[in-house]
């Protein structure tokens, strides 16, 4: 439980107990007085309750209403009530001792009613100061600061990739082929033959067809012919 509860229990307690005292000192008192000014019996006894009654009211009131932190101007009224009723308390209580000319007792049984007319002035503004501190302590307590969102570094963009430049494929060479010389003779023979009868060149073609040789053969033996 925290400090501030426990104080505005402690004050509601003594302001409850002390109530609670006037009331059995007063109920006796105001009874005897009533007896004594000849009031009738069956009556005599609710005197007393009435005044006392209203003082609880009045305190339970006050109290709550000065919990609530409602300002002592907008309960004027409440408490000038308390303040009456405190009063006739207290003059209900001494005034049999003092026409009986019990001036001792007359004293004695004044405790009660003044503490309660000083506790009903005195408990509800202080009932209103303590919740005034814990409504300031409350608004000035600094929020607690949560923990910082982590800083989530971004991975570095990678770096691009150079581009290799197209690579051209080089044409596949055929590895070179040797003409042996018999046969690069009988190819020429037949080219020069081939030029005279029909005018024109003979092809590679045509003169594998002739020697019945490959044709990469035929064609290299027609390239050599032709350098």
Not at 14 to 21: D, P, Y
Not at 37 to 56: F, K, N, Q, R
Not at 119 to 134: C, E, I
Not at 177 to 182: G, L
């Amino acid at each position: 439980m925290s400090e501030d509860r426990i104080t505005q229990r402690t004050v509601t307690v003594v302001m409850g107990i002390i109530a609670a005292l006037a009331f059995v000192f007063s109920f006796g008192n105001v009874w005897a007085l009533a007896l004594r000014l000849g009031v009738p019996a069956p009556i005599a006894p609710l005197i007393a309750p009435m005044v006392d009654l209203s003082v609880v009211g009045l305190l339970v009131a006050l109290r709550y209403l000065s919990l609530r932190g409602v300002p002592a101007e907008q309960i004027k009224a409440a408490t000038r009530l308390m303040h009456l009723s405190g009063l006739l308390t207290l003059a209900l209580n001494i005034a049999e001792p003092i026409v009986a000319g019990h001036y001792g007792r007359a004293a004695v049984d004044a405790v009660a009613p003044l503490l309660l007319l000083g506790w009903g002035a005195v408990g509800p503004q202080l009932l209103r100061h303590f919740h005034t501190v814990a409504h300031t302590a409350t608004q000035a307590a600094p929020e607690p600061e949560g923990d910082p969102a982590p800083v989530v570094e971004s991975a570095p963009a990678p770096a691009p990739q150079p581009v290799a430049p197209p690579v051209t494929p080089k044409p596949e060479t055929s590895p070179a082929v040797t003409v042996p010389a018999p046969l690069l003779n009988a190819a020429r023979t037949i080219a020069d033959t081939y030029q005279a009868e029909h005018g024109e060149p003979i092809s590679a073609a045509q003169l594998r067809a002739r020697l019945g040789i490959a044709l990469p053969l035929a064609t290299a033996a027609h390239a050599q012919l032709s350098a």
